[in-house]
């Protein structure tokens, strides 16, 4: 093959060098705009799994990087004067400028061309000349913006500011510095990579930027290569304690907002990009580096399996696409964590620093906890401190309260709509599904949406509580659910709207019944979604019998004995759908800006929160945005809680979308809780009410992470607990947890250990054991001598 390469980096030598050690008659060209030397930078950081499969591909380039790594396990972070470790991470990193130092070398060695200090030849000129061409030019790649029409990218520019330096302070671990500054947070992103330097990445919002003064040089014309010297000074002077009388180092050093690369397609007929040009990652959770040498490994391992091109530049695609767009929701999920930093400058200082090192959802508590027992240990010793009882235990069984509610544990049965009541009855299939799941641990069952009235149900099975003989049935479950375990159960009441009039779930989701329709009314006369009923404008008054009927079924749910009152104003039912500007066009006092959107729902919540006794909570479940453009924001999501906590709800149940079949929800493990997240640390802390997490949350790992990190109060599961409907209690089990906060059924108590699996009779090798040393964690440190050799 003839196969031309647009950019020198790591990225397109080290493909340039697979290709010709895995065919010497391959003819490759480099092309690189830069001298060799032109190294921007400073250290590049690799995981064991990335070495592995460099190991495997080039042994020659794998030992001569082995030979210049700095390694360690720790990671350091300093808050607010607090200084915390956590081992048994692994990191191997060396200086930029070394890695493509060996990178040339190799790729000389194998015989392939490179020009420096020269562009590449037009992409139409190349894919003409060449059977291959690769695009690993960069941020900025021009090939990519030639074919954008094809390639179909979307840069995402984001609103920290950072700004790439080096030190000669030589750290020991990966290292956090957060800094309470007079004009807000800033951060340090350090980690050493010779025995001479570390670098030293500063970031901060950009608002704080510009009250501290950086953008004092926001319009100079900086040229090429330059730093600049005025940020490099005053970060000197504002990090003078961490940096311990050592010098800044710059190379090319500019402020920067960090853009995050995506593609639909990453190849077009013999074109393909690589690298950065194809995708980049936040780089608070690894190395833009690392993943264009594995983007290098796959295309090459693919080129060499596949007999053509296309067929070829397909299976990377399919390859290697899924895995870098996880690793990117982990890197936004990062980046946006550290966006919002200073929304946790209150958190003590140890849930700070959980927080901060599981911010990307992708490390949790239980991952910590097998790198780093003793860390683990004293995160939640420092979380059963903060609560009332102080004993410790795992997060998810320390009990809660909601408003006049105490909880024995922080678990929540979600609504979920089972469409199984007959006349909105409830039956024998709720006692059995709700009993079943208050026997199985949770501290709190709620009810699927119990609709106010016959016209608002979502189909004919909903459940309802519009009547006494309603009434008379829910009574029955909330007494098996008291009398038989020590779980508290909710009635979440709502009303459908324009949602309403469907069929049965399994019969077609959203659709409209074939026969038995009744009328739908919503705030504006727009469907949910394409073949979806068309509802009829809301009058007055039919927003005042709606009020009428929310306030008779709160009366019927306290009769009936519920702990607890939900209005579901989430989801795109009614209450939902008049928050929203999507579903929401009136032009009167319940539309237009979002406090008259909120007029209507704060109604129906101040005349239920009068008729419901002051023992019981009233709380609310939200859509915190509309996943589409021009719907409820994030922050409209924090003004709608806001708006609802002033006016009495105990919680804040914060869930997402489903308000128009448009939606794009960036789904993902626990994708919900960042809403949750923000929600409670602008809203909920300084107004006393708690905040519950729903969305995606399934392991007892994520619920105990989610917990001591502070991102809720309480979390919300739904298909966990139809897996498996003693989800809570088996959670307990498996963490070797016995107490209060998962107390067994008593005819249950003899099946709350775990059932013994295949046994074994081998004996252990006891002697080799001693030899290997009693097992901990690692804690390795980068203490290099003067050789520039790990001490």
């Given at each position: 093959?003839?196969?031309?390469?647009?950019?020198?980096?790591?990225?397109?030598?080290?493909?340039?060098?697979?290709?010709?050690?895995?065919?010497?008659?391959?003819?490759?060209?480099?092309?690189?705009?830069?001298?060799?030397?032109?190294?921007?930078?400073?250290?590049?950081?690799?995981?064991?799994?990335?070495?592995?499969?460099?190991?495997?591909?080039?042994?020659?380039?794998?030992?001569?990087?082995?030979?210049?790594?700095?390694?360690?396990?720790?990671?350091?972070?300093?808050?607010?004067?607090?200084?915390?470790?956590?081992?048994?991470?692994?990191?191997?990193?060396?200086?930029?400028?070394?890695?493509?130092?060996?990178?040339?070398?190799?790729?000389?060695?194998?015989?392939?061309?490179?020009?420096?200090?020269?562009?590449?030849?037009?992409?139409?000129?190349?894919?003409?000349?060449?059977?291959?061409?690769?695009?690993?030019?960069?941020?900025?790649?021009?090939?990519?913006?030639?074919?954008?029409?094809?390639?179909?990218?979307?840069?995402?520019?984001?609103?920290?500011?950072?700004?790439?330096?080096?030190?000669?302070?030589?750290?020991?671990?990966?290292?956090?510095?957060?800094?309470?500054?007079?004009?807000?947070?800033?951060?340090?992103?350090?980690?050493?990579?010779?025995?001479?330097?570390?670098?030293?990445?500063?970031?901060?919002?950009?608002?704080?930027?510009?009250?501290?003064?950086?953008?004092?040089?926001?319009?100079?014309?900086?040229?090429?290569?330059?730093?600049?010297?005025?940020?490099?000074?005053?970060?000197?002077?504002?990090?003078?304690?961490?940096?311990?009388?050592?010098?800044?180092?710059?190379?090319?050093?500019?402020?920067?907002?960090?853009?995050?690369?995506?593609?639909?397609?990453?190849?077009?007929?013999?074109?393909?990009?690589?690298?950065?040009?194809?995708?980049?990652?936040?780089?608070?959770?690894?190395?833009?580096?690392?993943?264009?040498?594995?983007?290098?490994?796959?295309?090459?391992?693919?080129?060499?399996?596949?007999?053509?091109?296309?067929?070829?530049?397909?299976?990377?695609?399919?390859?290697?696409?899924?895995?870098?767009?996880?690793?990117?929701?982990?890197?936004?999920?990062?980046?946006?964590?550290?966006?919002?930093?200073?929304?946790?400058?209150?958190?003590?200082?140890?849930?700070?620093?959980?927080?901060?090192?599981?911010?990307?959802?992708?490390?949790?508590?239980?991952?910590?906890?097998?790198?780093?027992?003793?860390?683990?240990?004293?995160?939640?010793?420092?979380?059963?401190?903060?609560?009332?009882?102080?004993?410790?235990?795992?997060?998810?069984?320390?009990?809660?309260?909601?408003?006049?509610?105490?909880?024995?544990?922080?678990?929540?049965?979600?609504?979920?709509?089972?469409?199984?009541?007959?006349?909105?009855?409830?039956?024998?299939?709720?006692?059995?599904?709700?009993?079943?799941?208050?026997?199985?641990?949770?501290?709190?069952?709620?009810?699927?949406?119990?609709?106010?009235?016959?016209?608002?149900?979502?189909?004919?099975?909903?459940?309802?509580?519009?009547?006494?003989?309603?009434?008379?049935?829910?009574?029955?479950?909330?007494?098996?659910?008291?009398?038989?375990?020590?779980?508290?159960?909710?009635?979440?009441?709502?009303?459908?709207?324009?949602?309403?009039?469907?069929k049965l779930m399994w019969e077609g989701m959203d659709e409209p019944l074939d026969d038995g329709n009744w009328e739908v009314v919503g705030p504006s006369p727009l469907p949910y979604g394409d073949g979806c009923h068309l509802p009829r404008e809301a009058t007055r008054a039919d927003l005042?019998?709606?009020?009428?009927?929310?306030?008779?079924?709160?009366?019927?749910?306290?009769?009936?004995?519920?702990?607890?009152?939900?209005?579901?104003?989430?989801?795109?039912?009614?209450?939902?759908?008049?928050?929203?500007?999507?579903?929401?066009?009136?032009?009167?006092?319940?539309?237009?800006?979002?406090?008259?959107?909120?007029?209507?729902?704060?109604?129906?919540?101040?005349?239920?929160?009068?008729?419901?006794?002051?023992?019981?909570?009233?709380?609310?479940?939200?859509?915190?945005?509309?996943?589409?453009?021009?719907?409820?924001?994030?922050?409209?999501?924090?003004?709608?809680?806001?708006?609802?906590?002033?006016?009495?709800?105990?919680?804040?149940?914060?869930?997402?979308?489903?308000?128009?079949?448009?939606?794009?929800?960036?789904?993902?493990?626990?994708?919900?809780?960042?809403?949750?997240?923000?929600?409670?640390?602008?809203?909920?802390?300084?107004?006393?009410?708690?905040?519950?997490?729903?969305?995606?949350?399934?392991?007892?790992?994520?619920?105990?992470?989610?917990?001591?990190?502070?991102?809720?109060?309480?979390?919300?599961?739904?298909?966990?607990?139809?897996?498996?409907?003693?989800?809570?209690?088996?959670?307990?089990?498996?963490?070797?947890?016995?107490?209060?906060?998962?107390?067994?059924?008593?005819?249950?108590?003899?099946?709350?250990?775990?059932?013994?699996?295949?046994?074994?009779?081998?004996?252990?090798?006891?002697?080799?054991?001693?030899?290997?040393?009693?097992?901990?964690?690692?804690?390795?440190?980068?203490?290099?001598?003067?050789?520039?050799?790990?001490?």
């Amino acid at each position: 093959m003839r196969i031309a390469i647009a950019g020198g980096g790591p990225g397109g030598l080290y493909f340039a060098a697979l290709m010709k050690g895995l065919d010497p008659g391959h003819d490759v060209t480099v092309w690189e705009r830069n001298a060799p030397d032109d190294t921007f930078g400073f250290g590049v950081v690799f995981s064991d799994e990335t070495l592995g499969a460099i190991e495997g591909a080039d042994p020659v380039i794998h030992d001569r990087m082995e030979r210049g790594f700095a390694r360690w396990t720790d990671i350091d972070v300093e808050v607010n004067g607090h200084a915390f470790t956590v081992g048994g991470q692994g990191f191997a990193a060396m200086g930029r400028k070394e890695l493509l130092a060996i990178l040339r070398e190799r790729a000389a060695e194998l015989g392939v061309t490179v020009h420096y200090r020269t562009p590449a030849p037009g992409p139409g000129e190349l894919r003409a000349s060449y059977d291959l061409v690769v695009a690993a030019d960069g941020l900025n790649s021009t090939i990519r913006t030639k074919y954008a029409d094809v390639f179909g990218p979307d840069l995402d520019r984001r609103a920290n500011k950072y700004i790439w330096l080096g030190t000669d302070l030589v750290f020991e671990a990966f290292q956090f510095f957060v800094k309470q500054t007079p004009w807000g947070t800033m951060q340090i992103h350090g980690y050493p990579y010779s025995d001479q330097g570390s670098t030293f990445i500063v970031e901060l919002h950009e608002d704080v930027w510009r009250r501290a003064g950086f953008d004092a040089t926001e319009h100079d014309d900086l040229p090429p290569g330059a730093s600049d010297e005025y940020a490099v000074r005053r970060i000197g002077e504002i990090f003078a304690d961490e940096l311990r009388g050592h010098r800044v180092l710059t190379n090319n050093s500019k402020w920067l907002n960090f853009h995050t690369v995506r593609n639909e397609r990453w190849y077009d007929g013999n074109v393909v990009l690589l690298g950065d040009a194809a995708h980049t990652a936040h780089f608070s959770i690894g190395s833009g580096t690392k993943l264009a040498m594995e983007d290098a490994l796959a295309l090459a391992a693919c080129l060499h399996e596949h007999p053509g091109v296309d067929t070829a530049l397909a299976a990377y695609q399919a390859e290697r696409k899924p895995v870098v767009e996880s690793t990117q929701r982990a890197a936004q999920a990062s980046l946006e964590w550290f966006e919002n930093i200073g929304m946790y400058a209150g958190q003590d200082p140890a849930q700070f620093v959980f927080n901060l090192l599981t911010r990307s959802r992708r490390i949790t508590f239980g991952n910590l906890r097998e790198r780093d027992p003793e860390f683990a240990a004293r995160m939640e010793a420092e979380f059963a401190r903060l609560q009332p009882a102080g004993t410790v235990a795992p997060a998810m069984f320390q009990p809660v309260r909601i408003g006049p509610l105490e909880l024995k544990n922080r678990v929540v049965i979600s609504p979920m709509d089972m469409y199984s009541a007959e006349d909105g009855r409830p039956n024998e299939f709720h006692l059995v599904h709700l009993g079943a799941k208050a026997l199985g641990g949770a501290g709190l069952v709620m009810t699927e949406m119990t609709c106010v009235s016959p016209e608002g149900r979502i189909s004919p099975g909903c459940t309802g509580i519009w009547t006494d003989e309603q009434r008379d049935a829910w009574r029955r479950v909330t007494d098996f659910v008291h009398t038989r375990s020590t779980a508290k159960i909710g009635l979440q009441l709502g009303h459908s709207g324009r949602k309403g009039s469907t069929k049965l779930m399994w019969e077609g989701m959203d659709e409209p019944l074939d026969d038995g329709n009744w009328e739908v009314v919503g705030p504006s006369p727009l469907p949910y979604g394409d073949g979806c009923h068309l509802p009829r404008e809301a009058t007055r008054a039919d927003l005042d019998q709606v009020v009428a009927d929310f306030v008779a079924a709160a009366e019927r749910g306290v009769a009936a004995g519920f702990d607890l009152i939900e209005l579901h104003a989430a989801h795109g039912y009614l209450l939902s759908s008049f928050l929203s500007p999507v579903a929401n066009r009136r032009t009167d006092e319940y539309g237009g800006p979002l406090p008259n959107r909120l007029r209507f729902p704060l109604e129906v919540f101040d005349a239920v929160r009068r008729v419901v006794p002051g023992t019981l909570p009233v709380t609310v479940r939200i859509s915190a945005t509309d996943w589409v453009p021009g719907g409820t924001t994030d922050e409209d999501g924090v003004e709608i809680a806001r708006a609802f906590a002033a006016h009495g709800a105990a919680a804040i149940d914060v869930s997402t979308g489903q308000v128009t079949k448009d939606e794009k929800p960036a789904f993902g493990r626990s994708y919900q809780t960042p809403f949750a997240d923000r929600i409670r640390h602008q809203v909920a802390v300084p107004a006393g009410v708690a905040v519950i997490a729903v969305g995606a949350i399934s392991s007892y790992d994520d619920v105990n992470s989610i917990l001591l990190a502070g991102r809720a109060d309480l979390c919300a599961l739904g298909r966990a607990h139809l897996y498996d409907p003693q989800w809570t209690l088996h959670a307990a089990a498996e963490q070797e947890y016995r107490g209060p906060g998962a107390d067994w059924p008593d005819p249950w108590a003899a099946g709350r250990r775990r059932p013994p699996t295949a046994r074994t009779d081998k004996v252990p090798p006891r002697l080799s054991l001693l030899r290997d040393g009693a097992a901990g964690t690692v804690h390795l440190r980068w203490t290099p001598n003067r050789r520039g050799q790990a001490e």
